[in-house]
């Protein structure tokens, strides 16, 4: 097995389990050549764990891999932007989609308080996921049409409640203010 990107290779790899892997060899191969178990040889692909010392020096000598790169983070991939940036209509379509799925999902009492409390998390985050990406800001969001949409229906919806529509105007007029 070679192990490529994306194979459900681990999140805790070094920089020496990248340069294992890139050189194309299979966990046999590497394995023969540092004399160790196809197991073990998968374990140094995979980042799961790192060879020894000795097992360093062998990998060393055959794949001309530095010995410090085994206690290295891998080199961290630039950004590459988007090919075609989204309208701020469409990134907020898109955040609205992620994000309402997330609500949906947090809302189901079959779920466990946890996972609910997981999935409100994500659905709060979602913006600011799109927001560092450069997607889309909140300057953006309050022009789209479909935002205005959205608040129309809350405001039509909290009119049936006067109580909770006055407290909620209350405590926006104070975020705003801040």
Not at 163 to 175: G, K
Request: with cysteine.
């Amino acid at each position: 097995m070679v192990a490529r990107r994306g194979d459900g290779v681990s999140d805790h790899r070094s920089r020496g389990s990248i340069l294992l892997a890139q050189t194309g060899r299979t966990q046999e191969e590497i394995a023969a050549r540092a004399k160790c178990s196809k197991a073990l040889a998968g374990h140094w692909l995979t980042g799961a764990r790192k060879p020894t010392k000795k097992g360093r020096t062998l990998l060393k000598r055959a794949y001309k891999i530095p010995l410090p790169a085994w206690d290295e983070a891998p080199p961290r991939e630039p950004h590459t932007p988007m090919a075609t940036p989204l309208t701020p209509e469409e990134a907020w379509q898109g955040l609205l989609k992620s994000a309402n799925a997330a609500i949906v999902q947090a809302a189901d009492p079959n779920k466990s308080a946890s996972e609910r409390a997981r999935l409100a998390k994500f659905a709060r985050d979602t913006l600011a996921g799109y927001e560092a990406r450069g997607d889309i800001s909140e300057a953006q969001i309050i022009k789209t049409a479909s935002f205005r949409r959205m608040l129309d229906v809350i405001v039509e919806e909290l009119a049936k409640y006067p109580d909770a529509f006055v407290e909620i105007t209350r405590r926006l007029a104070e975020l705003a203010a801040e």
